[in-house]
């Protein structure tokens, strides 16, 4: 797929599950995050800096914009901020999902403790399906110490099968694409 294909294709597959796909250039990404923020009312955010993140100076312009940013501590801090952000390491475009490999425990605590999360992805790092990402970790050597796949916000039902958004992760999820060459 091309990929501005790509992007479509993981865009619809975000939306299809309540999710929210934003693309950005680099040195927009900072502008893109609050806007975000402020349209959900997130004073409180707890970020884990990649190198992309920081090389796009995504703290300065959230602070600047009058939010809260935690970077340290962030088993501490994360609980109780409402927003997060980290970067994913591939997004799967047929289902508009992110998958982390990690090894640090930050990242997937940001994740599944923040109200309002936000991951970033770059477009070259978009595979078209579940069966090439799985032929990516299984290439992957080490593997880290935790992968997971993330498709929009957390659900779940009870046994008469009533649905709840947010019980176990995210109320809101947003993904923002962020173009490379």
């Known amino acids: 797929m091309e990929k501005a ?44 800096e990649s190198p992309m993140l920081k090389e796009a100076g995504v703290v ?16 501490k801090t994360a609980p109780f901020d409402k ?10 475009a047929n289902l508009g999902s992110l998958v982390q490999m990690k090894d640090d425990v930050d990242d997937r605590i940001v994740e599944t403790v923040a109200d309002v999360y936000v991951g970033i992805i770059k477009l070259s790092k978009i595979v078209d399906n579940f069966d090439t990402m799985i032929d990516i970790m299984a290439d992957t050597k080490p593997f880290p110490k935790f992968a997971g796949i993330i498709t929009g916000p957390s659900r779940t039902a009870d046994i008469e099968c009533v649905g709840t958004v947010g019980v176990h992760g995210p109320r809101q999820y947003s993904v923002v694409v962020v173009e490379d060459m």
């Open 83 to 92: 927003g997060g952000v980290t970067e994913a390491d591939y997004g799967i």
């Open 5 to 48: 294909e790509l992007y479509e294709t993981f865009k619809a597959g975000l939306t299809s599950v309540a999710g929210e796909c934003y693309l950005a250039s680099k040195a927009d990404l900072g502008a893109a995050l609050v806007k975000i923020f402020q349209e959900k009312d997130t004073q409180e955010v707890a970020i884990v």
């Open 60 to 75: 300065s312009v959230l602070k600047d914009a009058g939010i809260k940013v935690d970077t340290d501590h962030i088993r």
